[in-house]
């Protein structure tokens, strides 16, 4: 079994900026690839970012390139997602996801655990 934890969420105004992490366990962490998705009132849950297993690959969605920037820290058993120039339209439940591969995807359906979310709201 795998536990992610989420955490950072939280208000910021529109071009500001936060931090998520995601704190695994259960699992050997180094060994899977991470990601990101959001989900927004009355939308569906979308693809944010992915990282490979050792960090030399990542994927990002075209609506966030350029603003956020995935990493992890293997040996903390943590993943993060560094959110800046934040925009009223990156509202959303944030979550984790672990696959059970080395390598990214940007489809919710390949990851295999997943954390409970955390909100984030940018105002206006």
């Known amino acids: 079994q795998v536990q992610l934890v989420e955490s950072g969420g939280g208000l910021v105004q529109a071009g500001g900026s936060l931090r998520l992490s995601c704190a695994a366990s259960g699992r050997t962490f180094s060994s899977y690839a991470m990601g990101w998705f959001r989900r927004s009132p009355g939308k569906e849950r979308e693809f944010v970012a992915a990282?490979?297993?050792?960090?030399?690959?990542?994927n990002y969605a075209d609506s966030v390139k350029g603003r956020f920037t995935i990493s992890r820290d293997n040996a903390k058993n943590t993943m993060y997602l560094q959110m800046n120039s934040l925009k009223p339209e990156d509202t959303a439940v944030y979550y984790c996801?672990?696959?059970?591969?080395?390598?990214?995807?940007?489809?919710?359906?390949?990851?295999?655990?997943w954390g409970q979310g955390t909100q984030v709201t940018v105002s206006s």
């Open positions: 990282i490979s297993s050792g960090g030399g690959s990542r």
């Open positions: 996801a672990l696959r059970l591969y080395s390598g990214t995807d940007t489809t919710a359906q390949s990851y295999h655990y």
